[in-house]
């Protein structure tokens, strides 16, 4: 894309690829046949994505899932559903534009989907409240979430949420509650659910919208209990060190996958989801139809007590006296 | 020298008085040297130690609520001598290895005699059974970790296999546990799924919200109970009031997130003063019984 915002670590890249460019027309107004020239840049400009690319730090990914053109929510149902109508309204207080949900077709087959929305320019993120969803929100998904079960229909969730919007209007119609009684719902669900972390999973407002009976993750996504700039504050009194945290907090999908937090990472194309939108919806359908396809042989009750032993196994503790 | 001399006296007569202000230091003991007076922080009265123990450490010029510890909070609730404590050896197997994490556990392991921030066990409540747990808010501002989560969870499995109701006092002012990452945030799951399977049996489960109960403890089990009673002037809220004073660019209103602030806003069920709190628990249970 002409106007891709470009990451300070992927500079080297576009300075080869600018090269190429240069070398090209360059031969072309001369006539001059520099073909060799021109290939042994390119194989070095895709060994250097490669490198580059495969030895993200956790900062790095961080920075990819920020990317303003990484595909939001709505553009990723486009590419994985057949269809999505969308559903609105918690039938309490409002709708909320920071989190979307309704039936969509997988492969033909009714699901509901649930997923936080950001906006893909400043216009979109006032709008859609930076995706930061009030309690509304997740009554809402809670709403969704019931109808699913009632007609027994899978729940697929697309999380990329920085967290719940923290506000006085939130608190006072009970974000905390609204946040619990989700992630109470969507833990007892009859039905199969999968939650896609697809970019930041931040904090509570991310779980809500987690309790799958299985939890995949895009490869440069994060999940974590509180943002690294959050966690540099506490640590050391401001946010200089929010790099150092994200190392120390464990939250990209390497370290989460080892920890069985997560039970499958989605690759993304090179150099992230914004870079090939439709390879990465592909990915994440096939991500999906391969569990689906699981799940949905298992009675109800099985559903219900396996998402419980998934996570019940998170409580490993030491009880020696020593 | 002078500690053997004060060994006699119960543990749990140093009080630290609550702090809404600042979440990040540890509370300072208000203490007037010597040891015998305390000095109110609400209403800065110099009180008699004594008396304050005697009114369960509310304060009788302006019933400002002090921060007691767990054990205290069991103490005041159950039937003399009807407690038997679950798990007390458990301890975090600190997963991420956080750096400096096991040192400043061991401080607060010292400091107050427990291995972690919860006590559970089962009690007697004027003479019935029940599962109780109470987060301690000296330890780590009762930060919700694996421990607490496991024991947590525990404590609702045992009483749904004995048929038993459950009584959280909780004061999770730090929400779910930084050091322990991903799986601090994990026990947000399993205590809200431990509390449904135990609520999907018709037994009771009534929370008492004390101060704190923030974040990732109140956006869990501690709103999901069937009767969420709180102590007045107990900080009970999801975002913490600086990080909202920070998005927000404006003054928070009057009594922000206390008690009585959640009460109008229609979250929790009742404000019940300490003084009054184990009468009303008897009453709840025994109307529960089935
Ligand atoms: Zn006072």
Redesign the pocket.
């Known amino acids: 894309m002409a106007n891709t915002l470009v990451l300070d670590f992927e500079r080297p890249i576009v300075e080869l690829e600018k090269r190429i460019e240069e070398l090209k027309s360059f031969a072309k107004e001369r006539n001059l046949d520099l073909s060799e020239e021109i290939d042994n840049l390119q194989n070095r400009s895709e060994r250097l994505k490669r490198e580059i690319y495969s030895n993200l730090t956790s900062w790095q990914r961080i920075e990819l899932v920020r990317h303003p053109q990484r595909p939001t929510a709505e553009e990723l149902i486009e590419l994985i559903f057949d269809d999505f109508y969308e559903l609105h309204g918690d039938r309490l207080y409002g709708d909320d534009p920071a989190l979307i949900g309704g039936i969509a077709l997988l492969n033909g087959e009714p699901v509901t989907v649930i997923a936080p929305q950001k906006g893909r320019d400043t216009k979109e993120n006032l709008e859609r409240n930076f995706g930061l969803p009030h309690p509304e929100g997740y009554r809402k998904a809670i709403r969704l979430m019931k109808q699913a079960e009632k007609f027994n229909r899978p729940v697929i969730t697309l999380v990329d949420v920085v967290g719940a919007y923290p506000g006085i209007e939130a608190e006072e119609r009970g974000q905390g509650p609204a946040i619990a009684e989700a992630i109470t719902v969507m833990g007892a669900l009859r039905v199969p659910t999968i939650a896609v972390i697809t970019g930041e999973g931040g904090s509570g407002g991310a779980l809500a919208l987690a309790m799958g009976n299985r939890v995949l993750m895009l490869e440069n996504a994060y999940y974590s209990v509180i943002s690294p700039e959050s966690a540099s504050i506490i640590l050391y009194k401001n946010d200089d060190f929010a790099k150092e945290a994200a190392e120390k907090l464990k939250i990209g999908s390497q370290d989460l996958l080892e920890m069985k937090i997560i039970d499958e990472i989605i690759p993304e194309p090179l150099g992230g989801a914004h870079k090939d939108r439709v390879s990465m919806g592909r990915f994440i359908k096939e991500a999906l139809e391969r569990n689906m396809n699981i799940l949905k042989g298992l009675p109800q009750e099985k559903l219900v007590s396996a998402r419980y032993e998934r996570f019940r196994a998170f409580g490993k503790v030491k009880e020696d006296k020593l | 020298m002078f500690k053997d001399l004060f060994r006699s006296k119960p543990k749990y007569v140093t009080v630290r008085p609550q702090k809404q202000t600042d979440h990040l230091e540890h509370s300072e003991k208000k203490e007037i040297p010597g040891g015998l007076w305390i000095k ?6 110099i ?1 008699y130690k004594k008396d304050l123990e005697k009114s369960l450490y509310v ?6 609520h002090f921060v007691i510890s767990a054990k205290e909070r069991i103490t005041l609730l159950v039937d003399e001598g009807c407690f038997s404590e679950f798990d007390s050896e458990m301890k975090t197997i600190d997963p991420l290895s956080f750096p400096d994490y096991l040192e400043k556990l061991q401080k607060y392991q010292e400091e107050t005699g427990m291995k972690d921030a919860i006590i559970t066990g089962l009690g007697k409540i004027k003479g019935q059974e029940v599962v109780l747990a109470a987060i301690d808010y000296n330890f780590m501002r009762g930060s919700m970790n694996t421990v607490v989560g496991e024991k947590i969870v525990r404590a609702f499995e045992l009483a749904r296999e004995k048929h038993l109701p459950v009584t959280i006092v909780s004061g999770g002012g730090g929400g779910a546990r930084m050091q322990e990452g991903v799986f601090s945030l994990m026990q947000m799951a399993r205590t809200c799924q431990a509390a449904e399977l135990h609520s999907k049996k018709n037994l009771l489960f009534i929370a008492v919200l004390t101060q704190a109960t923030m974040g990732g403890v109140y956006a869990s089990f501690a709103s999901m109970a069937d009767i969420i009673l709180a102590e007045p002037g107990a900080l009970i809220g999801f975002a913490g009031p600086r990080i909202i004073q920070q998005t927000m660019k404006q003054n928070l209103p009057e009594g922000f997130q206390t008690a009585e602030y959640v009460y109008k806003h229609g979250h929790i069920d009742r404000i019940v003063p300490r003084p009054f709190l184990k009468d009303t628990l008897a009453n709840l249970i025994a109307w529960h019984r089935r």
Not at chain 2, 59 to 64: A, S, T, Y
């Open positions: 109110c922080d609400k209403c800065s009265n009180l304060c009788p010029k302006c019933g400002f």
